[in-house]
C-alpha cells in the first residue's frame, strides 16, 4: 500500500525517533489523527472515562471541591484540565460546582487543549463564558491551582531505546522504497542518556521508554504548582512494575490493532502508550512536589463515594436506566476492564496532606 508519507513530512533524509514520528502522525495540523476527526465516542477510535458515565466527571468535581476545601478554601482558586477530549468533563464539573456556589463564586476554569479541531468540539460542548482556553499557564498569577487529566500523558509520545551494555540505541522509524516504513536503531544522543540516568526507576531496564516529550509538558506546570501552590491529578492507564516491554499500542474503530497495521494506516488511528507511573512518581518528587500513595482507579472512585452516588440516583431511574447506569459504572470499577489497569496520581504542593481518594 502506497502511503502519502509528504502530507506528514516524513522523508528518507533522516530517521525519526520514535516520538516524533508519532507527534506528526497524531499532530501535524489538518492531517494529524487529533487535529482531523474526532476521536471519541461510539462513532469514534476510543471511549474515555467522562464519555462513559458523567458520575466519573462528578465524583472528579466533587474531589475538586474536596481539594479545596483541604486548601483553606482560598478566596481564588484555579482548576485547568489538561487534554480536555470532547469537553465532557468540564461540562459535568460545571453542573456539579453550581451546587457549591462557594468554590463557585471563586474558581477560575481553563481548558489546555493543542488541537484546534478539538477545541472548536470543546466550544460546541461547553457554553460557559467563565471557561477560558489557554495555550500557556502564564496567565495563571495568583491562587492555588489544580491541574487535571484523564488520560493526557499516555497521548504524548515517547522514546524508546535499547539497552545493551550500558550504551543507549534509540528506536527510529526510516522510510524505505519511498513507500515502506521501517523500524531502525541509531545510537542515543549523550544528552538523552545523561537525563535518563537520572532515574533510578530506569537504570536497570534493557528496554527503556522515555517520556521526554511528556516531561517537557509537565516542567512549566510543575513551576507553576511551586510558585503558588496546589496539585496535579493524574487519571491513566499504566503500569508500576518495569517489565522491559514495549507498550506503545494503536487503536481504530475501538479496536486494539497491530503496529504494522498503524504504520499502514497513518492518521487514521489513536496511537498511545503505557504510563510509568513509578517514573511519574519520581519526576513529581525531583521537582518538589510530595506525592500521594498511587492507587488504582477502581480504589480512588470508591473512596470518593461513586457507589453511593449512584445508589441515590437510581432512586429516580427507571429499570432501563438503571441498567444502563450498572453497565457503565461496571467497565469504570471492574479490575478486568477499566478499574485495576487505570492508575491514580496526585502530586502536591500544600501543607495539609489530607487529601481524599488516596487512603
Not at 512518581?281 to 521537582?287: G, T
Request: charged residues 30%; aromatic residues 12%.
Amino acid at each position: 500500500m502506497k502511503l502519502n508519507l509528504k502530507k506528514f513530512k516524513i522523508t528518507s533524509k533522516k530517521p525519526l525517533p520514535v516520538d516524533d514520528f508519532i507527534e506528526k502522525i497524531l499532530y501535524k495540523p489538518k492531517v494529524g489523527y487529533y487535529s482531523s476527526k474526532d476521536p471519541f465516542g461510539k462513532s469514534g477510535d476510543f471511549i474515555t472515562s467522562p464519555t462513559i458515565s458523567n458520575l466519573f466527571s462528578e465524583i472528579v468535581g466533587i474531589w475538586l471541591v474536596s481539594a479545596w476545601e483541604k486548601m483553606g478554601k482560598p478566596n481564588i482558586f484555579n482548576f485547568v484540565e489538561l487534554g480536555p477530549g470532547d469537553g465532557s468533563l468540564t461540562k459535568v464539573i460545571i453542573k456539579t460546582l453550581k451546587k457549591f456556589p462557594e468554590l463557585n463564586k471563586v474558581i477560575k476554569i481553563y481548558l489546555y487543549e493543542k488541537s484546534i479541531f478539538l477545541k472548536r468540539l470543546q466550544k460546541q460542548n461547553i457554553n460557559n463564558k467563565h471557561v477560558k482556553w489557554i495555550k500557556n499557564f502564564h496567565s495563571i498569577k495568583k491562587g492555588p491551582v489544580i491541574f487535571f487529566g484523564n488520560e493526557f500523558f499516555d497521548a504524548i509520545p515517547i522514546k524508546q531505546f535499547s539497552n545493551i551494555n550500558n550504551e543507549l540505541f534509540e528506536k527510529c522509524y526510516s522510510v524505505k522504497n519511498k513507500i515502506d516504513i521501517i523500524e531502525k536503531f541509531i545510537r542515543g544522543s549523550k544528552k538523552d542518556k545523561a537525563q535518563i540516568n537520572t532515574f533510578e526507576t530506569l537504570k536497570k531496564l534493557k528496554f527503556i521508554e522515555f517520556p521526554k516529550k511528556g516531561f517537557v509538558e509537565l516542567n512549566p506546570i510543575m513551576k507553576k504548582i511551586n510558585k503558588l501552590s496546589g496539585g496535579i491529578l493524574l487519571i491513566d492507564y499504566g503500569y508500576l512494575n518495569e517489565n522491559n516491554l514495549n507498550t506503545i499500542q494503536a487503536v481504530m474503530d475501538n479496536k486494539k490493532i497491530s503496529i504494522e497495521k498503524m504504520l499502514k494506516n497513518l492518521g487514521k488511528a489513536d496511537i498511545t502508550s503505557l504510563v510509568n507511573f513509578n517514573l511519574l512518581n519520581e519526576y513529581f518528587f525531583k521537582n518538589n512536589l510530595k506525592v500521594k500513595k498511587i492507587v488504582t482507579q477502581k480504589f480512588f472512585l470508591e473512596r470518593m463515594g461513586i457507589i453511593e452516588r449512584a445508589q441515590i440516583l437510581e432512586k429516580k431511574k427507571t429499570n432501563a436506566e438503571k441498567t444502563y447506569m450498572r453497565q457503565t459504572l461496571s467497565r469504570l470499577l471492574d479490575e478486568r476492564q477499566m478499574g485495576s489497569l487505570f492508575k491514580v496520581i496526585f502530586g502536591y504542593k500544600n501543607k495539609n496532606n489530607d487529601f481524599f481518594g488516596f487512603e
